[in-house]
Structure formats: C-alpha cells, structure tokens
C-alpha cells in the first residue's frame, strides 16, 4: 500500500537529474526510514530497482516508478523534485517545487510535517481538496 498512515510526504524525483540519488541517501542518513515518506521516482523500473540494490535509499522506503510526461502531466509538475505533505485523509496540505534555499530546507519541512500530531491538521484551512 502506497498510503501511510498519519502525516505523510510524497516526493517526485527524476532519477535522471543529478543530485537525485544524492538526495535519497541524505534522507537515510538523516534518519527516514520510509514509514512516512513515498518516493515517485522518474525512471525506468531498472533503474529504480538498482538504486534500492544499492542500499542507499530508507530501509522502509516505498517507491513506484513511471514515464517522465505522465508523472508530470497527471500532477500538473512544471518539473521536480516536487514534496507534498499528505493529511491522513489524503488531501494535501502544503506543496513545494524545488530542494529550497539549502539542502536542509525541505527535510526539515518534511521531519516537522510527519511528526506533527494529526488532530492538529483536520480542519480545512490550508488543505487543497
């Protein structure tokens, strides 16, 4: 099942721009282990299958991959990497195109959003339907 329970964050990466396996590590070594984290990755299924051989993606880390055009067009993408942070209701809450300023930018972001408390988020202010 790709959906979490919780909070939870989808990222859209193109595995074909450089920094994108990069960045899947530094998830790792920055303690996500995949519970709440699903990675739409760009690619081929093989290259997909490599990188999690490789070991250096979360342990737990749910990936599904696809063709670039429809990925981006079924999201309405101008381009990747895209976070969004689903509500356990599944709608989302916050959306950012790009890593950030720094790279530490968005796992913050993302560390914050998995680990707030979902009473605080079941209103509708902010949430896109």
Do not use: C
């Not at 329970?5 to 859209?12: D, I, R």
């Not at 429809?70 to 950012?96: M, N, R």
């Not at 972001?109 to 707030?116: A, E, F, P, V, Y």
């Amino acid at each position: 099942a790709l959906k979490p329970s919780g909070n939870w964050v989808l990222l859209v990466l193109n595995a074909r721009l450089t920094g994108s396996e990069a960045y899947l590590s530094q998830l790792k070594a920055d303690g996500f282990d995949g519970d709440k984290l699903v990675v739409l990755l760009i690619s081929e299924p093989e290259l997909a299958k490599h990188w999690q051989a490789r070991g250096e993606m979360p342990e737990k880390l749910q990936l599904a991959s696809g063709n670039l055009s429809p990925i981006l067009d079924g999201l309405s993408l101008p381009g990747t990497p895209a976070f969004y942070g689903i509500t356990p209701e599944g709608k989302i809450a916050w959306q950012h195109l790009g890593y950030g300023k720094n790279p530490g930018e968005r796992l913050v972001q993302m560390w914050d959003w998995i680990k707030r408390p979902t009473q605080a988020v079941r209103g509708n202010s902010g949430v896109r339907e």
